[in-house]
């Protein structure tokens, strides 16, 4: 049909068809943009092709390749380049900058989620019964009298040793414990006279 | 457009004020808060397998501050302070008095102190918000500038700045110590049992002019920010041995360190119970170096083979 059309069409931009075709090819809409296009194309093969319609072509084309998206986009970048290398210097750091600060905040996320994660855990973890995780034991454990949880030894000795060990490590405890009440009245700031600037290790 | 947006931002501005408050100035709030509100909080300690109850009530009498801590389990373990003085009524050994600005062993002395005086050793910062003895809480962590030393996360009461829990953390992000506030109260009126323990007699202060004789001892080496508080020769409570006694500070943690002669066991190199508490032993010829303090032990290690006399 189209093909049919397009040689009605031909026909008649050559004034080869009678009348009664001419008056269906008014009727027919969709043929009068190849109507034109054939009388155009007749016009130039002629080299009758008036200026103004040459604009107007070139003016489409031109519209056309401005719409044409993507591919284009790369070009003016690499000409941008090898016309002007001051400019592209400005660019280039300026983008490097937004990288950094992309990244840094997705560090920052990746921070704030795992210790919010952890909290979470430690919640769920001591939700149900109070007991905190804690270090792992190493070795027996010998319960040290006061509240401070299990103490533990990694080699063994008699029993005195033992005993004697623990009550020093004790006595060491307590006497720590103690310090914190009687040492709190102390005020900081007028014993300062060593250096605790660290020495290279 | 932009002057809408000038609008919107300066209408807003005063909503924002505690949004753009620093953690340092949430911490120094909570600092003011707990020196100078009336208040009664409930909470628990959390230690490895210890859970206590405790009571602590904090009030100004005659502008004095005056503050109550109970003990809620076991025996009865009380403190009181009236001023700059702190009375310890335990059920295993007569009433004594300190002097001390806090009572020591719950929420840390530190945190009713000058804020400012952390700042070598720790970072603050402001963390998210969560709900806590009823109450929306805000979190500070204050996270150590180095691994010398545990991290501390604290969340604090909007309205009253007044701590609502507090954390302290391994450098592995274990849980080691838990103070939990269950209830808080902000009191319109100074308790009876505060102006009751106002007017009370209480034992002597204990004298702290034996304190003195220590050797001069020096450390070539301690973590930014620690400090020498005080040196001396005592004799340990427990199994009255004879020692030299220095103790270090950074604000928040305390650490001991003893000389003494070595015992016929040697003491383990280190050891760590489980709510954080390190013990570290260093031996030199027949003399021990002890040092014990809710640090990691390593930091303890390297403390004790520091030390020197000068």
Known sequence: MDKLGQEW????????????????????????????????????????????????????????????????????????KESNSGATGKVIP????????????????VAVVGVQNYNQDSLVDNSPLPVLNTRPLIGSASPVSLQTGAVQQSQSYTNDQMADQ???????????????????????????????????? | MRLIL??????????????????????ENMSQALR???????????????????????????????????????????????????????????????????????????FADDISKLETGYQFVLGGRSRIAGRPGQLVRIIPTDDNRYGYQVWLDMDTYLP?????????????????????????????????????????????????????????WLPAGFKVLIKDQHRLIGSKEAVEYIAISDGLANISVYVAKAGEAPLPEE???????SLATERVGNAEVVAVGKVPAETLSRIAKSIMLQ
């Open chain 2, 164 to 220: 609502l829990r507090f954390d302290m953390i391994s450098g592995d992000k274990q849980l080691l110590e838990q103070l939990l506030v269950v209830e808080l109260l902000v009191l319109d009126e100074v308790p009876a049992i505060l102006k009751e323990a106002y007017k009370q007699e209480w034992p002597p202060v204990l004298s702290q002019s034996d304190r003195e004789g220590g050797e001069d001892w020096q450390f070539s």
């Open chain 2, 36 to 110: 100078e509100q009336e208040f009664k909080i409930s909470l628990i300690q959390l230690q490895a397998d210890h859970i206590r109850p405790l009571v602590y009530i904090h009030g100004k009498v005659n502008d004095e501050e005056v503050a109550f801590l109970e003990h809620l389990n076991g025996p009865p373990k009380n403190a009181v302070r009236v001023g700059n003085t702190v009375t310890f009524i335990e059920h295993d050994q007569p009433a004594y008095s300190v002097h001390s600005n806090r009572i020591q062993g719950v929420i840390p002395a530190a």
């Open chain 2, 271 to 277: 050891l760590v119970t489980r709510n954080g508490l």
């Open chain 1, 9 to 80: 069409v031909s026909a008649a931009v050559d004034g080869e068809i009678d009348e009664h075709t001419l008056a269906e090819l008014v009727a027919d809409a969709d043929s009068h943009e190849q109507w034109r296009d054939y009388h155009m194309i007749g016009d130039a093969m002629r080299g009758e092709l008036s200026k103004t319609v040459s604009l107007d072509l070139s003016a489409s084309i031109m519209a056309a390749i401005d719409e044409e998206p993507a591919i284009v986009a790369p070009k003016p970048t690499t000409v941008a």
């Open chain 2, 6 to 27: 000038l609008a919107i931002i300066a209408m807003s501005f005063p909503a924002m004020a505690r949004e753009d408050m620093p953690a340092k100035a949430w911490l």
């Open chain 1, 166 to 201: 623990r009550r020093r490590i004790n006595a060491y405890i307590q006497d720590h414990m103690l310090q914190q009440r009687l040492n709190n009245g102390v005020n900081i700031d007028d014993n300062s006279e060593v250096d605790t600037t660290p020495v290279a290790q």
């Open chain 1, 94 to 109: 300026l983008f490097k900058q937004f990288g950094q600060y992309a990244i840094a905040a997705t560090v920052a996320m």
